[in-house]
């Protein structure tokens, strides 16, 4: 991190808009379309970095550390969240090949579902199904194999299944 003496208005400015668009772009496919959700996440994420870059400076990769904090933030939303709907009928048949975004109630089912998971095993399924990352670019990325993010894909898909299956349960849901 660079040191707080070296942060400065038009620094933050300067990330600022350079990343706003990635970061909503993320935590609204991670809403499901709730726009108003999409906007306090977003809003929330930039005041904590305000707030923790002013007293420890701005991180190596700012961006990382904001979807970090947008993520966890989720995270924590959907943790305290009552599940009011229920996935659609066929929906544990159509993961991985569907988007959660393509349905609201399906997205808020499969983000409490993730928001359940291991930060890691969430990560990986998000670089892969929601970023579109290709098993190279997340090997390249955590550096380790091909191979090894192959295997850490399926477990994370065997988790999410499970936790799935027991949300479907919850919300009264057929499998």
Same mark, same amino acid.
């Given at each position: /991190?660079? !040191? ?20 909503? !772009? ?5 809403? !499901? !379309? ?9 809003q929330?994420?930039?005041? +904590? ?20 904090? *947008?993520r ?17 009928? @066929? /929906? ?5 090949d569907?988007?959660?975004?393509e349905?609201?109630?399906?997205? *808020?089912?499969?983000d409490?579902?993730?928001a ?10 998000? *670089? ?11 090997a390249?990325? /955590? @550096? ?6 192959? @295997?850490?894909?399926? +477990?994370? +898909? ?9 949300? /479907? +349960?919850?919300?009264? @849901?057929?499998?």
């Amino acid at each position: /991190m660079k !040191g707080k003496s070296d942060l400065s208005e038009s620094q933050i400015l300067l990330i600022y808009r350079e990343s706003i668009d990635s970061l909503y !772009g993320y935590v609204s496919r991670k809403c !499901g !379309g709730d726009r108003s959700l999409a906007e306090d996440v977003t809003q929330e994420t930039w005041l +904590r970095a305000v707030r923790e870059w002013r007293r420890k400076g701005v991180p190596d990769e700012p961006i990382a550390w904001l979807t970090t904090v *947008a993520r966890n933030l989720l995270a924590s939303y959907f943790r305290r969240r009552p599940l009011t709907s229920v996935a659609p009928d @066929g /929906m544990l048949e159509a993961l991985p090949d569907r988007r959660p975004s393509e349905s609201s109630d399906a997205a *808020a089912v499969v983000d409490h579902a993730l928001a359940q998971l291991p930060v890691n095993q969430a990560q990986i399924l998000e *670089a892969f199904h929601l970023e579109d990352r290709r098993t190279a670019q997340i090997a390249e990325s /955590m @550096g380790v194999s091909e191979r090894a993010v192959e @295997g850490r894909l399926r +477990r994370a +898909r065997q988790r999410l299944r499970r936790e799935l299956e027991a949300v /479907m +349960r919850i919300a009264g @849901g057929k499998r």
